[in-house]
């Protein structure tokens, strides 16, 4: 009878120990193609919540959060990319350096861009000043075109050029 009992309980150790293995086993596998997936850029993946406190749950959902994280600064990349430069990040800590580098990389691009904006309109100004002003006219024509030019460009509602002569004050 004790060796019946000690079979037994051999027997039942084996079959827990097999059905144990094969789970961390499973586990560990999906584990291993959802880091796999994620390497090779593969954001799209859904994981089902674990609601176990084992190893094996607790790096599956590392996992999820890593996706669903990298979905985000995805999003954020391709909103940056279309010339959305006003899009900042929340860090998730102290020590998330891509979210910091995305948000210096998206205040930079839009100082460049304000900057190129400015520059741009002002180098059109530029040239319809110098077309307005082009060819030989008198002085109050010139002083016209001049005036219209300015205000017309920059949008006012009114301008004024004062001509001085020689010896004169306002």
């Not at 406190?53 to 590392?62: G, M, P, Q, V």
Request: proline share 1%.
């Amino acid at each position: 009878i004790q060796w019946l009992a000690l079979s037994i309980a051999i027997l039942l150790s084996l079959i827990l120990a097999y059905l144990m293995g094969n789970n961390i086993t499973r586990l560990m596998t999906h584990a291993s193609s959802l880091a796999s997936d994620l390497a090779s850029g593969k954001l799209n993946i859904t994981l089902p919540s674990f609601k176990n406190s084992t190893e094996a749950d607790i790096l599956l959902n590392s996992f999820s959060k890593i996706a669903v994280s990298l979905q985000q600064l995805t999003k954020t990349a391709l909103a940056i990319g279309e010339g959305n430069y006003n899009i900042q990040l929340t860090p998730r800590s102290e020590a998330d350096q891509l979210s910091f580098a995305m948000n210096k990389m998206s205040s930079n691009l839009l100082s460049l861009s304000n900057k190129t904006d400015h520059e741009s309109w002002f180098r059109a100004g530029q040239n319809l000043l110098a077309k307005a002003m082009s060819g030989e006219h008198t002085l109050e024509i010139w002083g016209d075109h001049f005036i219209r030019c300015l205000t017309d460009y920059s949008q006012s509602q009114i301008g004024i050029v004062f001509h001085l002569k020689e010896n004169q004050s306002l």
